[in-house]
């Protein structure tokens, strides 16, 4: 097939994924949800969401259907519609960007946020075992940083400069100068860092 045929139906099979992730968002229905009502599982539904996988069509008109929407709203080739706002459910977080804490130890964190065309904010929440932390000093980058501490104790160091938070406590920060942090208490930590880049 000619690279301009090609390039004819890439975009409008590109925007299948994203047109589900839509309706199904707009409809407040989890996979699960979805998954019961179309008769697809909810793993498959995630791949074509994530546009790893093209649906076949007996697929989309299940889909489709389960959605109560036209199958051609899928298929059209207005490109995937552009959302104000960005909806990430408690089961769908996706890994922190890997520029957040690259060399963290004893941390598990997800994304509560993170930036789109439109959005500079990224949000992260993590827990912090005893020992664990950001590990070396985080890439600079201009911008700025909150951490808020929900439970247990952090040690952070800006510049130079040492704090302890506790819960409750948060710390207002510029991600240009050197930053780092740990949990030196007996107890987990769990803290929310939400960034934006100048």
Do not use: C
Not at 67 to 73: C, V
Request: charged share 25%; glycine share 12%.
């Amino acid at each position: 097939m000619a690279a301009a045929e090609r390039g004819a139906w890439e975009p409008i099979v590109g925007a299948i994924g994203p047109k589900v992730r839509e309706a199904r968002q707009q409809q407040g229905l989890s996979l699960q949800q979805l998954s019961a009502r179309a008769d697809v599982s909810a793993a498959a539904i995630h791949k074509v969401e994530r546009g790893d996988m093209v649906p076949t069509i007996t697929t989309l008109l299940k889909l489709a259907g389960a959605l109560r929407m036209p199958i051609g709203h899928f298929v059209d080739e207005g490109g995937p519609p552009v959302r104000v706002a960005t909806l990430i459910r408690a089961d769908e977080r996706p890994e922190p960007p890997p520029e957040w804490a690259p060399a963290a130890d004893g941390v598990v964190a997800e994304s509560v946020a993170y930036p789109t065309g439109v959005l500079r904010a990224a949000g992260v929440m993590g827990v912090v075992e005893p020992g664990g932390g950001s590990g070396e000093l985080r890439a600079l980058r201009p911008g700025e940083e909150v951490l808020l501490v929900l439970e247990g104790a952090l040690e952070v160091e800006v510049a130079g400069e040492d704090y302890r938070l506790h819960a409750g406590d948060a710390l207002h920060y510029p991600t240009d100068r050197p930053h780092e942090w740990h949990n030196a208490g007996p107890a987990q930590a769990r803290a929310v860092w939400f960034t934006v880049r100048a």
